[in-house]
């Protein structure tokens, strides 16, 4: 049965449209933050501020039990509930306010972290997008729907403060406390559209397992002319490691690991993938078989990060220590424990010349794959339809990692979640320049408002 909206669609829209300049002016506070969850790089100041910003939000706009909580990995989130009419089902809202660090600066036309509106329409800075913006996607939705009527679910909002470390705080927490999150339905704001103004909702996610190498051949670092061409450099070592996790086209190779998955969902052109991802002409795409298949059925290694001496001011030495932290996707239907064993694995048999070498996992987040046939669904279909009018709710999968997703699922195996949001691929998330499109922050505002009103009518009291 196709839930229907309870009230007309133009005042929600309209209310949405009045309150966007107020939307900008709260998202250019919460950008502000430099909520980085990382104390080796922002200091965890920044973070305890963004989350209190969250709280008072929702203080603001009557929530209850407005708590800003330690999880175990040491970073706040933020959780707060408003009751809905007696008997109405309860939705949980979920967005993380941490963000990625800037990578850099100079390769930022505006600042980082000063919300700013460029030529093209777009508002500028890390976390708009991914995933400030989803917060206030929410506030908006709620605001539209306590302006025309009210709000007819109870709601329960939690912003996370690690998402984008992977350490896992939040999921640990939930796991302690399983009534907190407890819901009918889940929307996870942290996903967004296969491109802007195609509606779409993301039914499945790559887990992910992050690993730091340390490779050991020298008590100390040597004169490259007295002992170079005989003696074990640990950073030409570490590059041979780093090599084997690829095959001569690229694609992810790791002993045991199933790199073949095929994707049967929507259709990604390589043309619009190159495009999207802004690779320079000329450069070949990596992997083989489709797009979807090596974006959302496969596994994919990426190196992050290798800790060894920067061009300038480097010395003539053969190096006795280096370091790498590598990321590991790992698509639906594997599990992320089982691969991270396999890739220490592969990582210890391919450490060439006897050269010591030490895995350690530093984040680790399951696979997920949504029930596309679920009421949710189907009111969801229906509210990004009148959102994004003469469009259909598409179906995508994701490349990315939201390991909360797994947790919620299985603390609440009955409720449906649902992944929706802002990062479509012009927004750049994790990269430089980040953005959000205004437009897409007004639609799904809306769409998600409409989602709650035709939920309650889906869950009748």
Known sequence: MTAQPSRPIPPIAATVASLMPRAKAELTELVAFQSVADPAQFPPSECRAAADWVADALRAEDFQDVSVFDTPDGSPSVYGYLPGPEGAPTVLLYAHY????????AGWVTPPFELTEREDGRWYGRGAADCKGGFIMHLLALRALKANGGIPVGVKVVAEGSEEQGTGGLERYAEAHPELLAADAIVIGD???????????????????????????????????LFGGAAPDALAALIRLLDSLRAEDGSTTVDGLDAEGGWQGLRYEEEDFRRDAKVLDGVELIGHGSVGDRLWARPAVTVMGIDCPPVVGATPSVHSSARAQISLRVPPGQDAAEATKLLTAHLEAHTPWGARVSVEQVGQGQPFRADVGSPAYTSMADALGA???GQEMQIAGMGGSIPLCNTLAALYPDAEILLIG??????????????????????????????????????PV
């Open 98 to 105: 941490d963000v990625q660090p800037p990578l850099d600066p």
């Open 191 to 225: 996903a967004g559209n296969f491109r802007a103004g195609l509606p779409t909702v993301t039914a499945t996610l790559r887990g992910m397992t992050m690993v730091r190498v340390t490779v050991d051949t020298l008590r100390g670092n040597l004169h490259s002319g």
């Open 387 to 389: 959102a994004y009018p």
């Open 422 to 459: 802002l990062s479509e691929p012009e927004a750049q998330i994790h990269a430089v320049n980040e953005s959000v499109s205004p437009d897409e922050l007004e639609r799904m505002s809306v769409a998600e408002a409409l989602f709650l009103v035709n939920y309650a009518a889906a869950r």
